[in-house]
């Protein structure tokens, strides 16, 4: 089927934390470790999993493989190798115990890397390419899915037209995934995407496109949303944003972003909160206060603008400054205001409300003036709930 080119086309979420989140830690997990954060993949229901890089070590070969052991039919489990027959061999003999297994191998294709790094000529990596993947198939059937990374895709500006042949040669040796690289975040997002966009008119349709963002701009997140509008229906994204520099696309802002613009998203929402702070715990880097999505602070009101619309809205599907509630994302806390010299009436309304006070208009605005002037004679402070009842029981 034309999956990339029919109307509607589900996303599928292929999480790389395992593997990309991990290599970048500043202490990569035990293998029981590994196994929790699987774990947690699973409940989360993300369509695909890469659990590892095999040759990295031998603990890594035998987490991968028991993950491969214990992974769900419906879950494609995936493992990176470099473009040589040795590890792509022993990264088969980690994951073909997967019911799903997808043999992931990368290989550059910018002017920048080949020149600099592999010091080589076009034609040798395209032979490259070529034996690998001829390989991986030789080894792992006729039907196991097998993905194929152009590293740097996203570097590959001046020999887009190459990257094309890259493609296509990995193609013909038998890839079935063509995963594109944003590999270190240079340009602005819409040159990567219109480089998708052109990938995807250039390869057989039968063949899935993937993107793959790294956040070095802070543009991970838009470059991967806006590359499933050009085509590509894989995004590889992590947990908690984890990942090489600053990171890999954080896979809630995707999934939700997506999810609320009408797509076709597999996710257990629920989820999200609780998998965030366990990968926080996890790891012990916090996340932040202002994080989209999970940060602590994200439903919190302070403008009296705000806090006029938020009380006129409250309870209805959409917000005037809420785009999902809390509770979709399995989070306990609600939207909340709190009283700053920032604040308006409405929130000493709203306060005293919640806290079961009825209170007379002309009383309220006596309370607010009263409110004002006292956060702001005391360094903008926040006005507490005690303090606000104790001056309505004297008005
Ligand atoms: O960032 C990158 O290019 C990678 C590849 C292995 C896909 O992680
Ligand atoms: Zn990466």
């Not at 040795?86 to 997808?102: G, H, L, N, S, V």
Request: proline share 3%; hydrophobic share 40%.
């Amino acid at each position: 089927m034309n999956e990339h080119k029919t109307n509607k086309r589900k996303v599928w979420i292929q999480d790389v934390t395992l593997r990309d989140g991990n290599q970048a830690l500043k202490k990569p997990w035990t293998k029981s470790e590994k196994e929790s954060v699987f774990d947690a993949l699973v409940a989360l229901n993300v369509n695909g999993i890469e659990v590892g890089f095999p040759s990295s070590n031998r603990n890594e070969f035998e987490s991968v493989q028991s993950l491969a052991k214990k992974a769900p039919k419906h879950i494609t489990i995936a493992a990176l190798s470099r473009a040589n027959e040795k590890e792509i061999q022993t990264t088969w003999d980690a994951i073909q115990f997967a019911k799903t297994p997808r043999l992931h191998i990368v290989y550059p294709v910018s002017a920048f890397q080949i020149q600099n790094v592999l010091k080589i000529s076009n034609e040798q990596v395209l032979e490259k390419i070529f034996n690998a993947i001829s390989f991986a198939r030789k080894i792992s059937g006729k039907d196991t899915s097998l993905q194929f990374s152009g590293e740097h895709f996203g570097d590959a500006i001046e020999n887009f037209e190459f990257t094309i042949k890259a493609f296509n040669t990995a193609i013909e040796a038998g890839a079935t995934v063509i995963n594109l690289p944003n590999t270190v975040e240079r340009y602005r997002p819409f040159l990567f995407v219109d480089m998708v966009r052109r990938v995807v008119e250039k390869i057989p349709s039968h063949i899935t496109v993937s993107v793959h963002t790294h956040n070095d701009l802070g543009m991970a997140t838009a470059t991967t949303v806006e590359s499933f509008y050009a085509g590509a229906t894989q995004l590889e994204v992590a947990l908690n944003g984890l990942g090489e520099r600053a990171g890999n696309t954080n896979l809630y802002e995707t999934a939700i972003a997506l999810h609320q613009c009408g797509e076709d998203v597999d996710l257990n929402f629920k989820k999200v909160y609780p998998t965030a702070k366990f990968i926080s715990d996890l790891t012990k880097i916090p996340i932040g206060e202002k994080s989209p999505i999970v940060g602590e602070d994200i439903f919190s009101h302070r403008s009296g603008i705000h806090q006029d619309g938020v009380t006129k809205t409250i309870g209805q599907k959409k917000g005037a400054y809420r785009t999902f509630s809390p509770d979709f994302v399995g989070r306990e806390d609600e939207e909340k205001i709190s009283f700053t010299n920032q604040s308006g009436a409405k929130a000493i309304q709203h306060l005293l409300w919640e806290a079961g006070k009825k209170i007379e208009p002309d009383k309220i605005q006596i309370l607010f003036h009263k409110a004002k002037e006292v956060s702001s004679a005391e360094e903008n402070r926040t006005i507490e709930i005690e303090e606000l009842l104790f001056w309505a029981e004297q008005v």
